[in-house]
């Protein structure tokens, strides 16, 4: 079994974002995931993001960021609130022993949240970019420098 990397098909598709949380870009390979759809979650005080669920009749695309170091997984789980219950890390079968791992949600970020629309990283607004870039990962970074030092 050979994990590709970590699929990605919300804010961490940027790589503005992902130099702001890995201090570089990792290399990354598009994918589409067939079998799941990225819905926008709504939370009270956060900005909209994407959440994927499977469904049958829909596809999700992204990047597959590859070679990332335990320092980067922290990161990335930390940003995605693994240890806070909103996301588990999952390996998802892609073909013939080819996994990679995504952010599942767990049950517990629908009862703080609601499901919007379909999210799509092809019409991603570009100014989402700017917004996290410049204030939710800065502030993200303020609120856990054990993990950026």
Do not use: C
């Given at each position: 079994?050979?994990?590709s990397?970590?699929?990605?098909?919300?804010?961490?598709?940027f790589?503005?974002?992902?130099?702001?949380l890995l201090?570089?870009?990792?290399?990354k390979?598009?994918?589409?995931?067939?079998?799941?759809?990225a819905k926008?979650?709504?939370l009270?005080?956060?900005?909209?993001f994407p959440?994927?669920?499977?469904s049958?009749?829909?596809?999700?695309?992204?990047?597959?960021?590859?070679?990332l170091t335990?320092?980067?997984?922290?990161?990335l789980?930390?940003y995605?609130?693994?240890d806070?219950?909103?996301?588990?890390?999952?390996?998802?079968?892609i073909?013939s022993?080819?996994?990679?791992t995504?952010?599942?949600?767990?049950?517990?970020?629908f009862?703080?949240?609601?499901?919007?629309?379909?999210?799509?990283?092809?019409?991603?607004d570009?100014l989402?970019?700017?917004?996290?870039?410049?204030?939710?990962?800065?502030?993200?970074?303020?609120?856990h420098?054990?993990?950026?030092?």
């Amino acid at each position: 079994m050979v994990n590709s990397g970590l699929f990605v098909y919300g804010t961490l598709v940027f790589d503005g974002v992902l130099d702001a949380l890995l201090d570089y870009v990792p290399k990354k390979e598009p994918l589409v995931m067939k079998g799941y759809v990225a819905k926008i979650i709504h939370l009270e005080g956060w900005e909209p993001f994407p959440v994927l669920l499977e469904s049958i009749d829909h596809s999700v695309s992204g990047f597959v960021l590859k070679d990332l170091t335990e320092q980067d997984l922290e990161r990335l789980d930390r940003y995605e609130y693994v240890d806070e219950g909103y996301y588990t890390r999952k390996l998802i079968y892609i073909s013939s022993d080819v996994y990679v791992t995504v952010y599942e949600p767990a049950k517990n970020i629908f009862e703080v949240g609601k499901l919007g629309d379909v999210w799509s990283v092809e019409t991603i607004d570009p100014l989402l970019e700017s917004i996290y870039v410049d204030s939710v990962v800065p502030k993200f970074r303020r609120e856990h420098p054990d993990i950026f030092m």
